[in-house]
């Protein structure tokens, strides 16, 4: 009976991927108005059909202590009204992008009369894999459909009563547009052997996307057979230099850790210039403190900040996504880089300085997907770049680095024109 089971579920995953296949196939035949008429039609739809969204999403967050999720996953599961009303904003300012297939990134004329054209096409089929946020279904969407590709969307089972609906809608807004409903696949079983099967089909899936906890980012990187885009952790660090405004710094630093715990664009890790950190730690570890944040720090860091507890080499690594801070107090700049550098993720460092040249220095220096200066970590996110909205956070170099928006999931191909030209 188990193999009997295994074959069917390995059938079931290829025809979805076929069925994926097939309806790329037909989106790259998709002009940018009928693309956009279903970014507006699923707003709007989202919008409309808010109770019935809360409802499904009721019965997903009765069922989380069940799947023993913290109160962080909790609160990334919720569905408000101001969530469903970003997630419609977001499809409305990806229906506002110009039209990335066919955009002609560059050209030029041959010395022989040649024309080389380099234009912009889709990727083919991505594979999205994700935990928790039920309004990344809309994101993820979004953005494959605008770049002309088809996903197969693998939600979280703690999610799954909220991503139904979700696609539900979608599905009705590609009935109405005329878009292959088959271009938005929601996986419809909870087993953990699909997203195995998934992997293997290189030869129908273009591209693996995982957004979730490490280990499943780790698992998805070792079987995958098709190329991954993910990040691993967000371990974020504020630098706060010796010529920076205290209350700057401060303002920037419980923003970017306190805003919001659950996301991996939360700082996880101060450093504070020694110039500044007898006057500076003892403030904004009070602030963080009143926010309910415990820090981890140095010997420095204990003698200023009471309540504070010696950090470990781990606690300096952690991507904590809670209520914890590690803190290290530097000789310097080139000090702070190497904190960085053996410490982190390679997702956001910011920087509060007034001093021009050590932004500079701090920009150049570090290798992260995204670099602040004088702002809060929690700014590397698409919505905030300007992207409308993510399919995720890459701390990759290849395919994409950063958020990953409607251009990141596309790539090119040459157009050659001649008039009749052979190669002498």
Partial sequence: MAVAEDRDLVAYCRDVAERARAASRQLEMLDGATKNAWLREGARLLRSREADLQEANQQ?????????????????????????????????EIAMQSEPIGEIIGSSI????????????????VFFIYESRPNVTVDAASIC?????????????????????????????????????????????????????????????????????ESLIRRVSAEATMPVIKHYAGNCHVYVDEHANPQMALEITVNSKCQRLGV????????????????????????????????????????LVAGAVPATDEDYAQEYLGPTISVKVVASLEDAVKHIHQYGS????????????????????????????????????????????EIG????????????????????????????????
């Fill in 145 to 213: 459909l605008k770049s002309g590709n088809a996903v197969i969307l693998r939600g979280g089972k703690e999610a799954a009563h909220s991503n139904a609906a979700i696609a539900a809608v979608l599905a009705e807004a590609s009935e109405s547009c005329g878009v292959p409903r088959d271009a938005v696949q929601l996986v419809a079983t909870a087993d953990r052997e699909a997203v195995g099967h998934f992997l293997k089909l290189h030869e129908l899936i273009n591209v693996a996307i995982p957004r979730g906890g």
């Fill in 346 to 389: 390679g997702h956001t460092e910011a920087i509060v300085t007034d001093n021009l040249s050590a932004a500079r220095e701090f920009a150049r220096r570090v290798d992260s997907s995204a670099v602040m200066v004088n702002a809060s970590t929690r700014f590397n996110d698409g919505g905030q770049f300007g992207l409308g909205a």
């Fill in 264 to 303: 991996c664009n939360a700082a996880e890790s101060l450093i504070v210039h020694e110039g500044i950190a007898e006057s500076f730690l003892p403030r904004v570890g009070k602030s963080l403190q009143e926010a309910g944040i415990e820090l981890r720090g140095d010997d420095a860091t204990c003698r």
């Fill in 60 to 92: 997903d967050l009765e069922a989380a202590p069940g799947f023993g999720l913290t109160d962080a996953q909790i609160d990334r599961l919720r569905l408000t009204t101001r969530i469903i009303n970003g997630m419609a904003q977001g499809m409305e």
């Fill in 110 to 125: 041959r010395p022989n009369g040649l024309l080389v054209e380099k234009v912009r096409v889709p990727l083919g089929v």
């Fill in 393 to 424: 956070i890459s701390t990759d170099k290849f395919h994409a680095r950063g958020p990953c928006g409607v251009g990141e999931l596309t790539s090119y191909k040459y157009v050659v024109l001649g008039r009749g030209h052979i190669h002498q």
